[in-house]
Structures are given as structure tokens and as C-alpha cells.
T-cell receptor, first 112, second 111 residues
Framework: GQNIDQPTEMTATEGAIVQINCTYQ??????LFWYQQHAGEAPTFLSY????GLEEKGRFSSFLSRSKGYSYLLLKELQMKDSASYLC?????????????FGGGTRLMVKP | DAGITQSPRYKITETGRQVTLMCHQT?????MFWYRQDLGHGLRLIYY???????DKGEVPDGYVVSRSKTENFPLTLESATRSQTSVYFC??????????FGPGTRLTVL
């Protein structure tokens, strides 16, 4: 089976940097995804890592270490609109059909 | 309408009734998925489909039925609704190897 862990809640200040961690255990790892979900809305895709290292997209970056089963999402220059849940999801070759297994999500609150 | 849509957006029903949630996508994506999202559990996969007429169970399929006679539609049916099926249901689709795109969700309450 798969196990994905991420913190339940985090709080940060507007303008600051926050790092949201995700650890996973899976066989046949085939990619890690981060999604953003605002309250009452659908998840939207943020980033994808399949190789070790850092992927940067504007204010958001995502890092992967396959040997450690570890990823993080880094949000810089936090804005109030970044208050949302951030979902870590793993794709595995042992899953048929591009299935994703999601962690429970991290609710980020950005304060002024 | 381009993208992925779900209907109804909100539904209240009673225990024992049959309910069908609709999902429609305009991208001709091969894969489609149904998730439910509950506090404390995150997103859990109910059923998925790799193509028309091909469906398979996910993590929590009990009490649900799906069909996929056309590529663009993937309805989810609760044959006899129970209170434990009160949840937010998301449909998603993707091209193989790409990220999943989610519909806006259906909030279902079973009384």
C-alpha cells in the first residue's frame, strides 16, 4: 500500500516563506504532485516532480528526494490569497491507470 | 462549455434513495476518476475509468456504481444512499501521464 503524511495545519505571515513537507512510502514511485485547494473549490494543479531536485514556478517551488521519500512545497512572498489547503499526491507504477493517492492535505493560513 | 463539469452542484437526498452524480468533460481525455473528500480523510478514489467501457474500483467503491458508455461522460450512482455517503464528490480527468483536472465538485447530503 501507500502512506502519505503531511502536516494538518500551518500558519505563516504575509510576505514570508513557508515550506510544506510531505513524506511518502510507496512501491514503484512514478511521480509526486502538489495541488492547491481553496475552501469550497476544486483542487488545482501546482507542480509535478518525478526526478530528484527542485522545480521552480514563480513564487512556488517543489523539491523531491526519491531516496528519502520526501518532498516539500515552498511558497515565497506569501499573499493572503495563498490561504488554502495544499495536497500532496503520489503516482505509482503499481497503480493502474495513472491513479493518484492523496495525503490528507495541509491547511495553510496566511495572516497579515 | 469547455473543461470538466459536474451536476448537480448540491444535492440533498434521503437514506435508501438512488442518486446519480454526473460528470462531463470536453477534452476527450481517456482517464476519468471519481473521488470523495471528507474531513480527516482527504481525497479518496472511488472508481476510475481508463477508456469508454473500461472501469475499475478504487480505494472506497462499496455502495457506488459507475458506467462509461461515452468517453466524455462518467456518471456515479449511489444505488441506495446512506448517511456515511454524505460528502463532497469530485470528478477528474487526464490525458495519460499528465496532471489530473478536477471538476467543481458536488456536495451531497444524505438525511
Amino acid at each position: 500500500g501507500q502512506n502519505i503524511d503531511q502536516p494538518t495545519e500551518m500558519t505563516a505571515t504575509e510576505g514570508a516563506i513557508v515550506q510544506i513537507n510531505c513524506t511518502y512510502q510507496t512501491s514503484g514511485f512514478n511521480g509526486l504532485f502538489w495541488y492547491q485547494q481553496h475552501a469550497g473549490e476544486a483542487p488545482t494543479f501546482l507542480s509535478y516532480n518525478v526526478l530528484d531536485g527542485l522545480e521552480e514556478k514563480g513564487r512556488f517551488s517543489s523539491f523531491l528526494s526519491r531516496s528519502k521519500g520526501y518532498s516539500y512545497l515552498l511558497l515565497k512572498e506569501l499573499q493572503m490569497k495563498d490561504s488554502a489547503s495544499y495536497l500532496c499526491a503520489v503516482r505509482s507504477r503499481s497503480n493502474a491507470g495513472n491513479m493518484l493517492t492523496f495525503g490528507g492535505g495541509t491547511r495553510l493560513m496566511v495572516k497579515p | 462549455d469547455a473543461g470538466i463539469t459536474q451536476s448537480p452542484r448540491y444535492k440533498i437526498t434521503e437514506t435508501g434513495r438512488q442518486v446519480t452524480l454526473m460528470c462531463h468533460q470536453t477534452w476527450s481525455h481517456s482517464y476519468m476518476f471519481w473521488y470523495r473528500q471528507d474531513l480527516g480523510h482527504g481525497l479518496r478514489l472511488i472508481y476510475y475509468s481508463a477508456a469508454a467501457d473500461i472501469t475499475d474500483k478504487g480505494e472506497v467503491p462499496d455502495g457506488y456504481v459507475v458506467s462509461r458508455s461515452k468517453t466524455e461522460n462518467f456518471p456515479l450512482t449511489l444505488e441506495s444512499a446512506t448517511r456515511s455517503q454524505t460528502s463532497v464528490y469530485f470528478c477528474a480527468s487526464l490525458l495519460a501521464g499528465e496532471e489530473q483536472f478536477f471538476g467543481p465538485g458536488t456536495r451531497l447530503t444524505v438525511l
